[in-house]
């Protein structure tokens, strides 16, 4: 049994033993989660807080390899047990986000960042591609997988300014496993009146128009990769870049291997 090193909940008792900038986001995340005035769209995160079913880590510089490491520890070990916390959880990752990168990053900087973590991540899984899921980002039915689970991947970053809903104070990621997301469709009709609140909610909540990536997956309009980082405006990537970096980075690892 794997013994649980990296991921927190939140607690007064865990609060206590943060950092000051880990315990600061965590405050920052808690008044997005719990605002009355200014409800946050996602009903589905919101509950998942509300219950404590959300579990947390803490990681460096983005920018930083140990970084991704650290990452792929706190998802092997959420992988493991997330079934046990609770049919709303999700993994929220904090990156420590130097004052220097919140003033000079524009948000297709984060975009590049947050593909090539994805892309390390992978380079380093230990588990095969699960063989329901194809490999193409751009069939419909594709999402990322890591240890063998189907994850949603949602990034928010500083530099997002229209889209407050895809805004946080440093990096952050929010992970979710696709069974969380087929139990919430179980009950197809109350899935869709919540979903048609949080389109409302997203209108109010953000100074532009929804991003014309969002979807339902499975459609056959719909690429989930899209959806994983929204731009600030309504512009997206023409092509998936997982592939390309993932080649890169093994090409990368097998030239050191040879040196």
Partial sequence: MVTIKHLYTDSPSQRNTLEKWE???????????????????????????????????????????????KLSEALNEFTQFSRDYGKYTSLIVFYETPQAIKEEFSVEQYEQLFWKHLSELSAIDGEAWPEKIPTDPHNPIWEYCYCGEPYFMYCATPAHKNRQSRHFEHMMLA??????????????????????????????????????????????????????????????????????????????????AQE
């Fill in 23 to 69: 315990r600061t986001a965590l405050e920052l995340f808690e008044s997005k989660m719990t605002n009355k005035e200014k409800p946050f769209p996602c009903i589905p995160a919101t509950i998942g807080y509300s219950l404590n079913q959300l579990r947390y880590v803490f990681i460096g510089d983005p920018r930083e390899g140990a970084s991704t490491h």
């Fill in 175 to 256: 992970i979710t496993p696709r069974w969380v997301l087929q139990e919430f469709n179980r009950n197809p009709s109350l899935a869709a009146r919540i979903k048609k609140k949080v389109r409302e909610r997203l209108a109010k909540y953000d100074s532009i128009s929804i991003h014309p990536d969002l979807n339902t997956y499975g459609e056959e309009d719909n690429y989930e990769w899209r959806q994983y980082f929204l731009r600030d405006d309504d512009t997206s990537l023409s092509k998936c870049p997982y592939h390309r970096m993932l080649k890169f980075l093994k090409i990368e690892d097998r030239t050191k």
